[in-house]
């Protein structure tokens, strides 16, 4: 079993629609969490959601948002696609201050 | 604000060499300091971590070297392997705030 599942693995949509991306768990993590991870390799956090705590990283558009109907599900949607939001996201869950699993990654590319 | 600092960006080793990826925090309140590896194509997954009660933790060839004064920690991998080639992130949380910050990554290549 995928600890940590989300799909698509590859989404290729056009600029101005609206996608989401979904995320589920079975490890009974009580926190979940958005990456998105650039060219460059580079991790940022974009939300973390913990027992109904959403934190949100300030730089992140609102077009973004996440949506958790329960504790082992952590949707991302994205309203009105950018080319700059190609990247590959990344959905992850833990406890607290220990290890985080990583889904397989979407590969989002704006055209 | 970049809380946590990896160095190199990039680093090509021999095969049977010594690998060295070095992270340096600014938040005292990190109380867990995990290793990353990442093969193209795949999610982040843990290689190995450590806690500040230690200053070293061992698993086969990858060994963490922590040093809590100089808020810094490191990755060693020793006889490098061509498989071993990956993208390493080194990371940081604490209890307070729970979410992992991580350093940008050091892309190995391990010539054979």
């Known amino acids: 079993d995928t600890a940590v599942s989300q799909t698509p693995k590859y989404l290729v949509t056009q600029m101005g629609n609206d996608k989401s991306i979904k995320c589920e768990q079975n490890l009974g993590h009580d926190t979940m969490y958005w990456y998105k991870q650039d060219s460059k390799k580079f991790l940022k956090i974009m939300f973390s959601?913990?027992?109904?705590?959403?934190?949100i990283n300030e730089t992140v558009p609102n077009r973004f948002s996440p949506k958790s109907p329960d504790k082992a599900h952590l949707n991302l949607h994205i309203n009105s696609l950018e080319l700059g939001d190609s990247a590959v996201y990344f959905c992850?869950?833990?406890?607290?201050?220990?290890?985080?699993?990583f889904g397989q990654g979407t590969r989002l590319t704006v055209v | 604000q970049q809380q946590v600092k990896q160095s190199p960006q990039s680093l090509i080793v021999q095969k049977g060499g010594i690998s060295i990826i070095n992270c340096a925090y600014e938040?005292?309140?990190?109380?867990?300091f995990p290793w990353y590896q990442q093969f193209p194509g795949k999610g982040p997954a843990l290689l190995i971590a450590i806690r500040p009660d230690v200053s070293e933790k061992k698993e086969g060839r990858f060994t963490i070297s922590f040093n809590k004064s100089a808020k810094q920690f490191s990755l060693h991998i020793m006889d490098s392997q061509p498989g071993d080639s990956a993208t390493y992130f080194c990371?940081?949380?604490?209890?307070?705030?729970?979410?992992?910050?991580f350093g940008r990554g050091t892309s190995l290549i391990v010539h054979p």
């Open positions: 992850a869950s833990s406890e607290m201050s220990t290890e985080a699993f």
């Open positions: 938040n005292t309140a990190f109380d867990y």
């Open positions: 990371a940081a949380s604490s209890r307070g705030s729970y979410i992992p910050t």
């Open positions: 959601y913990n027992n109904k705590e959403l934190i």
